[in-house]
């Protein structure tokens, strides 16, 4: 269950060596996932920000964020984190207590892991949020999670008292949820937690953002609306360039493009005369 206790085992887990070195891993793939996202002026909702680890990294991302927990505690760890760079609300994640489509985005990092029915979790997110929500969460199908299955229960992974989640059930459920929705993956973190660290070759592996979910961590980014494609630079360059290049053009070149036959009318009968 998500609970004080819980926001405060994964604050102390990205605090430790591994933590560290996965949090900015984590980083990396959820800036990488929000890319298309606008975000200067648009709003997100981090439901059960905890310590507010990951509210920090949306707001540096460049979001208006609103931090959402069950705990006061966690809320008041956030506050001392971000001071007034967010604003903080107290509730539960399977009741959120917003209008419909309140927040342009949410998010659910870390979260759902720990409730009985994320679908619930998942549903009141898509709610609150106009365009996307992104999620995050360990996976079931991951080299850590076959590691942690083979090896002793008597010690299980720091940060973790939750389920590990299967990616493709959890997209399975996003589209029943939103039917005509965009669902993009990463994953990141391929080895076992001793292997998370600033090394020549595993550092490089564990930091490749990989489109499949094989990576210990996935990101989920959920587009609930179209997204707009966006003219590209070079494209705009070239028509700047040729109406510039239109509007030095001598006026004798303009008039040598014209046949005898398509000449200006005021043009012909001077030359008539």
Request: hydrophobic fraction near 40%.
């Amino acid at each position: 269950m998500w609970n004080a206790e819980t926001a405060q085992r994964l604050n102390a887990w990205y605090l430790s060596p591994a933590g560290a070195f996965a949090l900015v891993q984590e980083n990396r793939m959820f800036q990488s996932l929000v890319s298309p996202w606008p975000r200067r002026g648009h709003t997100l909702l981090d439901v059960g920000c905890g310590a507010g680890v990951f509210l920090d990294m949306f707001w540096q991302h460049g979001f208006d964020v609103t931090g959402f927990d069950n705990n006061v505690e966690a809320l008041d760890a956030a506050r001392v984190r971000l001071g007034n760079k967010a604003d903080f609300q107290l509730g539960q994640a399977d009741h959120l207590p917003f209008d419909d489509k309140t927040f342009d985005y949410a998010a659910l990092l870390s979260v759902l892991e720990y409730f009985k029915n994320p679908q619930e979790v998942l549903a009141e997110a898509i709610r609150v949020s106009e365009r996307g929500v992104i999620v995050g969460f360990l996976n079931r199908f991951s080299a850590y999670a076959l590691l942690e299955t083979c090896a002793s229960r008597a010690k299980p992974d720091a940060r973790r008292h939750g389920r590990w989640l299967n990616p493709w059930s959890l997209a399975r459920m996003a589209k029943r949820l939103c039917p005509g929705c965009r669902i993009v993956m990463r994953s990141v973190l391929f080895g076992s937690p001793s292997t998370w660290r600033d090394s020549r070759i595993w550092g490089r592996i564990n930091s490749l953002q990989c489109p499949v979910a094989l990576g210990a961590y996935v990101g989920m980014r959920i587009d609930t609306q179209p997204q707009v494609p966006l003219t590209p630079l070079f494209v705009k360059a070239r028509e700047r360039a040729m109406t510039v290049c239109s509007g030095l053009q001598p006026e004798t070149s303009r008039e040598a493009t014209f046949p005898d036959n398509h000449q200006p009318a005021a043009q012909r009968q001077i030359q008539k005369s």
